[in-house]
C-alpha cells in the first residue's frame, strides 16, 4: 500500500523559513509524481499552493516554493508570517486513477 | 469566477445512502476532469474518487469502493456522489475539486458536512 509521509508537526519563528517535506514509504518521489501542495484552514476550502512540483498558484506568494529535494517533494516558505499557520498537505499522482494525500503538516509560527 | 458549490450533506444512519452534488459554474465543465476529496473530524485530506470529462472512466479509492458511485450529468454541469451502505468512518467534509491540470486540484468546494451516526 502507498503511503505518502509528511513531518506531522512543524514549528518555525516569524520571519524564518521553513521546509515541509514529502515522500513515500516506497521509493522516490520525482517530477513524474507531479507533486502539489495545499493549504487547509479550518472552515475554509483547501487553497493551492505549488502544483507540477514548482509552479505557484495563481495569487501565491513567491515566499512559498516548491521543489525536489533528495528523494522528496518539498514546500519552502521564506518569510514565514502568522498567517501562515496552518496545516499543509501534499498529493502525488499515483496513476490514472489514483491520487494519494500524505498525511499532513501542522505548521507552527511562534 | 470559477466556482463550486456542493449540497446534499447531513446526517445518516449506518447502511442509509446519501447523494452528494457539485454544482460547477464559470468553466467549461464538460471539459475537465472531476474529483471528491473528504476530511474526516480532526484527520487529513483523503482522495475519494475521479471521474472523466466526459464520463468515460472513474477510478475510487479503496475505502470506498463498491459502495460509492461518482457520476456527472454535463447538461447540467454538476457532478454527484451516490454514497451507499455508509459507514461512521465515512463521517467527514466532502469536497469536489477541479483538476486544473494534471494533479492540480483547482479550484475546491467549500465542503458538505456527512455525519453518519445511529
Known amino acids: 500500500q502507498t503511503v505518502v509521509t509528511q513531518e506531522p508537526s512543524f514549528s518555525v519563528s516569524p520571519g524564518g523559513t521553513v521546509t515541509l517535506t514529502c515522500g513515500l514509504n516506497s521509493g522516490s518521489v520525482s517530477t513524474d509524481y507531479y507533486p502539489s501542495w495545499y493549504q487547509v484552514t479550518p472552515g475554509q476550502a483547501p487553497r493551492t499552493l505549488i502544483y507540477s512540483t514548482n509552479t505557484r498558484s495563481s495569487g501565491v506568494p513567491d515566499r512559498f516554493s516548491g521543489s525536489i529535494l533528495g528523494d522528496k517533494a518539498a514546500l519552502t516558505i521564506t518569510g514565514a508570517q502568522a498567517d501562515d499557520e496552518s496545516d499543509y498537505y501534499c498529493v502525488l499522482f499515483m496513476g490514472r486513477g489514483s491520487r494519494v494525500f500524505g498525511g499532513g503538516t501542522k505548521l507552527t509560527v511562534l | 469566477q470559477v466556482q463550486l458549490v456542493e449540497s446534499g450533506g447531513g446526517v445518516v444512519q449506518p447502511g442509509r445512502s446519501l447523494r452528494l452534488s457539485c454544482a460547477a459554474s464559470?468553466?467549461?465543465?464538460?471539459?475537465?476532469?472531476m474529483h471528491w476529496v473528504r476530511q474526516a473530524p480532526g484527520e487529513g485530506l483523503e482522495w475519494v474518487a475521479v471521474i472523466w470529462f466526459d464520463g468515460s472512466e472513474e477510478y475510487y479509492a479503496d475505502s470506498v469502493k463498491g459502495r460509492f458511485t461518482i457520476s456527472r450529468d454535463n447538461s447540467k454541469n454538476t457532478l454527484y456522489l451516490q454514497m451507499n451502505s455508509l459507514r461512521v468512518e465515512d463521517t467527514a467534509v466532502y469536497y469536489c475539486?477541479?483538476?486544473?491540470?494534471?494533479?492540480?486540484?483547482?479550484?475546491w468546494g467549500q465542503g458538505t458536512l456527512v455525519t453518519v451516526s445511529s
Open positions: 464559470g468553466f467549461i465543465f464538460n471539459t475537465y476532469v
Open positions: 475539486a477541479r483538476e486544473a491540470a494534471r494533479n492540480w486540484f483547482d479550484p
